[in-house]
């Protein structure tokens, strides 16, 4: 028999009005695929006044979030207004009212996630967030549903939109980090807090759920080694151009002999490799199965209409599973909470990498002897050593080294050892080099 299911929404901005216009443009497929019906019931938004890009009438709005998650007829609550303080309080009333969930929060759910899921679990209600990672990719999907028959191995992704569009952008001659910002944010890809994006805030928020789904493992924010896109410099993407790689902002986690890695940070990819083409707003993770191998999954990674596509997605599913037996419900996470794995997530030093390192040296007798013996003192095998004339100091040279793989731990010794001769003469930049196979 045909329902009607009431929603109720938290925030019309970018991805609320996404989220609107899907459901009054596709109304009729979208109905036709569940068999209910699905009616607005109340938005809250902070200013009554703002014009809206899309068509309110006959929607209420209210400036009173606690009316969405207290409204008797509301079954699924929507929350597409971000931050981590009142949107947490707002959510656990709604679980607590019994309202199902959906969400593109990733900040909420990596940072306030554990809290979350459990009293759901209590409450018996549904949380959702397909579009809390990768925008318009059905990532969770793929996860907790497509690859279940997997032991994950790893997954490395791009899986913030703006970084990518950053660094895809600053890799044209002339291109300015400030108006490259502004544009991503005009174009609604940017966090209400930009460093979010470009300190890789965002990203760790992302790579926190996707380690919880793929291991089964407790959300653990705090656990993930993070480093953003703001101290790539043109130098270093001109250096990587000429050595045949890109720079990516990549999101890795893997299974490591003793519990998990679980890191973002800037990495030169091989520009043949599928995912150093991935340009732009797009987003891709690959996911390596045990018995599936290598995947990889494309598409846009941030904006209104894809972002809102997964949202909507995630309400279609909350209705089918209301109207299924609860017990043939996939649990949220894709795993049983009370069957957590508890190995430890590794420290950053703990990783092997190949690494790209640059600084600017003294152009003088002796100083290449000086710093490959440093390498050689700490058993590092350089893989490649190259040195160019230095135009903004004539007497100091940039050195550009590529490492063969070697532990973390030994090449931050190298670094300290280099950094103290004098005939270094810059800080040294380094960036890890992808290993992707
Ligand atoms: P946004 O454009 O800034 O919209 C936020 C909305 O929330 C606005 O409508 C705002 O009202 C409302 N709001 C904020 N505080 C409120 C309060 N105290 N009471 C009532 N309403 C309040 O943000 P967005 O880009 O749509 O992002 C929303 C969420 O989706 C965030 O968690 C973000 O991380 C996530 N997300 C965004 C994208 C993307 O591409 N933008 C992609 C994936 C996930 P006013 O309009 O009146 O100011
Ligand atoms: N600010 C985020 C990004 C939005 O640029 O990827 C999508 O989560």
């Not at 707002?90 to 306030?112: D, P, Y």
């Not at 430890?344 to 000086?370: F, K, N, T, W």
Request: net charge negative.
């Amino acid at each position: 028999m045909m329902k009607t299911f009431k929603i109720g929404l938290l925030g019309l901005g970018t991805v609320g009005g996404g989220t609107v216009r899907i459901l009054q443009e596709t109304r009729d497929e979208i109905e036709r695929r569940i068999g209910h019906r699905i009616e607005i019931e109340l938005i809250a938004v902070r200013d009554l006044q703002r014009a809206r890009l899309v068509d309110t009438d006959g929607i209420h709005l209210t400036d009173d979030p606690f009316a969405v998650v207290n409204h008797p007829d509301i079954d699924i609550v929507v929350e597409l207004m971000g931050g981590t303080t009142l949107a947490k309080e707002l959510l656990l009333r709604a679980i607590e009212n019994g309202k199902q969930i959906v969400t593109a929060n990733k900040a909420l759910l990596a940072e306030q996630g554990n809290v979350l899921f459990a009293l759901a679990e209590k409450n018996q209600v549904n949380i959702r967030y397909e579009a809390a990672v990768a925008g318009g990719i059905p990532i969770i999907k793929v996860l907790r549903e497509g690859l279940a028959a997997n032991q994950i191995e790893w997954l490395a992704g791009i899986i913030n939109g703006t970084g990518n569009y950053i660094l895809t952008e600053m890799a044209k001659p002339e291109a300015d980090f400030a108006q490259v910002l502004k544009t991503a944010q005009a174009l609604g890809y940017a966090e209400a807090d930009p460093t979010f994006d470009v300190e890789g805030i965002d990203a760790a928020h992302k790579l926190t759920i996707l380690a919880s789904i793929a291991f089964g493992i407790e959300l653990q924010f705090d656990k993930v080694y993070t480093e953003g896109i703001t101290r790539v410099t043109a130098e270093d993407m001109e250096f990587a151009r000429l050595f045949d790689y890109k720079i990516k902002h990549l999101g890795f986690a893997g299974r490591t002999s003793d519990g998990f890695s679980l890191r973002v940070h800037p990495a030169l990819v091989k520009k043949e490799v599928l995912i150093a083409n991935v340009d732009g707003v797009m987003n891709a993770v690959m996911v390596k199965g045990n018995h599936v191998g290598p995947t990889m999954y494309y598409g846009p990674g941030a904006g209104a209409g894809p972002t809102a596509s997964s949202v909507v997605a995630d309400i279609i599913d909350v209705i089918r599973a209301a109207t299924q037996e609860p017990t043939e419900r996939v649990p949220a996470l894709g795993f049983q909470a009370n069957r957590l794995t508890q190995a430890p997530v590794e420290p950053i030093d703990a990783i092997e990498s190949a690494y790209y390192l640059r600084c600017y040296v003294q152009d003088h007798a002796g100083v290449l002897a000086q710093i490959s013996g440093a390498f050689a003192d700490l058993g590092i095998n350089i893989e490649q050593l190259h040195q160019v004339p230095n135009a903004e100091k004539p007497q100091d040279a940039t050195l550009v080294i590529f490492t063969e793989k070697v532990s973390e731990r030994k090449i931050n010794q190298a670094l300290v050892a280099l950094q103290a001769l004098t005939a270094v003469d810059s800080m040294i930049q380094r960036i890890r080099i992808a290993d992707l196979g």
